[in-house]
C-alpha cells in the first residue's frame, strides 16, 4: 500500500531522540556489551530504514529483525551490520539466509535436519550463522531440554552448512516487579552456557527491560527495542533509568470546521448528538490508518486544548468538538506536543487497554513517516 503522501495526516519521527536513546543505553552498558538496534514491524511503526540508519549513527553493532523479508529489505537498502532474524525462518529459504549474509535463531532439531538435507550451491563457500535459542520459560520457542541442546550443538558441528553464532533466549517478566521467573530463567540460561565446549561469539538474554531493570542479565549483547524509541518498557510501573525521549508524533490538520445545532448527530449510528450549538472539526485519520474505534471519547490535541472525538470514528475519518470556532488547516496532534501540553503513545494505550507497543504497531502504512 502506497503512503498517502498527499494527506496532511503524517507521523514525525525525531532523530535526535531515537540517537540519544541509543548513545544513553551504550554509555550505560556494561563494558564489553554490544547493543543491536531491534527494527523489526516497521521499527515498531517508526519506519525501519530511517530508524537503522539513525541506530547505525549512534554506534550499534547489529539489527535484530523478526521475519527474513525484513532482513532482506535492511540488506537492499545497504546495511552491512550483522542482521539476526529472531523469528523462525521457514527451512525453505535457507537460500536466501546465505545469499542476503543473515543470521537466524534456531529453536528445533527439525529445522536443522531438514537443512542438512537440502543442497544449495551456496553451501559450498558459506555456511547460516545460527543462534540456538533456549526456552526457559517463555514458552514461545527454543530449545527446552540440555539433551536437545547437545544434539544440536551436534548436528551443528558435524556440518559444514552451519556457523555456531550464538545461544540466547528471552524472559517472560524482565517489566515486571516480581522478579522470581527471571531469576529462574537467568540461572536456566547458565546452566546451559556452562555445558558449551565452544562458546559462540554472542550470549544473549536481554531487551531493553532487562537491560533496565536486571543489569546482571547474562550475555554480551542487548537486543535493544522499544528503548530505542523513547518508551517506557513497562508502561507506568518501574521507573527510567535515564529520561527517555519519545520519538514519534501523530499529526494531521482539520480539514473542515462547522457549526452544529443541538440535536444534530456526528457520525454513523448518531451514538454522540449535541445538546447544545457545537464546533466541530473533521480529522483525515481513521480505523484504517490504525486509530481503531475504541479511540473514541479519547481527547486530542488542537491549538494546545484537549478537543474530545465524538461519534463514530470512520475508515478515514473522525470528528472532534472544538471549544470554540477553529481555522481550517489548523494543526491536530494525536500524539505528541502540542502547545503546552502533551499526549502520550502510553496515554493512548490507557484508553484501548493494551501496551504502547501495540499502539505503535498499530499506526498504517498509509501515514508517511517523515524523519526530522
Ligand atoms: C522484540 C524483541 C526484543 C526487543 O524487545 P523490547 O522490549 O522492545 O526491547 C528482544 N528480543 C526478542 C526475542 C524480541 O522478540
Not at 484501548?352 to 498499530?362: F, K, P, Q, S
Amino acid at each position: 500500500m502506497p503512503a498517502s503522501n498527499h494527506r496532511p495526516t503524517r507521523i514525525l519521527i525525531d532523530s535526535q531522540a531515537i540517537f540519544e536513546n541509543i548513545q544513553n543505553e551504550i554509555q550505560r552498558a556494561r563494558v564489553g556489551i554490544e547493543i543491536f538496534a531491534t527494527v523489526k514491524a516497521n521499527a515498531y511503526g517508526h519506519g525501519m530504514i530511517g530508524v537503522a540508519k539513525i541506530a547505525r549513527k549512534a554506534g550499534i553493532a547489529g539489527f535484530c529483525v523478526a521475519t527474513i523479508d525484513e532482513g532482506i529489505e535492511l540488506r537492499k537498502a545497504g546495511f552491512k551490520e550483522t542482521i539476526l532474524i529472531l523469528g523462525i525462518t521457514s527451512p525453505e529459504f535457507s537460500n536466501l539466509l546465505i545469499r542476503y549474509n543473515l543470521s537466524v535463531v534456531v529453536a528445533t532439531l527439525e529445522w536443522l535436519h531438514e537443512i542438512k538435507n537440502q543442497f544449495y550451491k551456496g553451501f559450498l563457500s558459506k555456511k547460516i550463522k545460527v543462534h540456538l535459542k533456549i526456552d526457559t520459560g517463555m514458552g514461545r520457542i527454543g530449545f527446552r531440554s540440555i539433551a536437545d541442546v547437545k544434539e544440536a550443538l551436534e548436528i551443528i558441528e558435524n556440518s559444514s552448512m552451519f556457523a555456531f553464532s550464538g545461544l540466547c533466549s528471552h524472559f517472560a517478566t524482565a517489566d515486571d516487579k516480581n522478579d522470581i521467573l527471571w531469576i529462574r530463567q537467568n540461572l536456566r540460561f547458565q546452566e546451559i552456557v556452562n555445558i558449551l565446549l565452544n562458546k559462540p561469539h554472542f550470549l544473549h538474554t536481554a531487551n531493553t527491560a532487562s537491560a533496565f531493570w536486571h543489569k546482571d542479565f547474562s550475555g554480551n549483547l542487548i537486543r535493544f527495542g522499544i528503548g530505542m524509541y523513547g518508551l517506557n518498557p513497562s508502561g507506568r510501573t518501574l521507573p527510567e533509568d535515564y529520561p527517555l525521549k519519545p520519538a514519534l508524533s501523530l499529526e494531521s490538520e482539520l480539514v473542515q470546521v462547522k457549526k452544529i445545532a443541538a440535536g444534530e448527530s456526528i457520525s454513523y449510528g448518531q451514538t454522540w448528538v449535541a445538546n447544545e450549538p457545537t464546533w466541530i472539526g473533521t480529522v483525515p485519520i481513521g480505523y484504517a490508518d490504525g486509530w481503531l474505534r475504541k479511540m473514541q471519547g479519547f481527547s486530542i490535541l488542537v491549538a494546545g486544548e484537549y478537543c474530545e472525538i465524538v461519534g463514530r470514528i470512520c475508515m478515514d475519518q473522525l470528528m472532534i468538538r472544538l471549544p470554540k470556532k477553529m481555522n481550517f488547516k489548523e494543526k491536530v496532534t494525536l500524539i505528541g506536543k502540542n502547545g503546552e501540553r502533551e499526549i502520550t503513545m502510553q496515554d493512548v494505550a490507557d484508553h484501548l487497554g493494551t501496551i504502547h507497543y501495540e499502539v505503535a504497531c498499530l499506526l498504517g502504512e498509509r501515514i508517511p513517516r517523515f524523519f526530522i
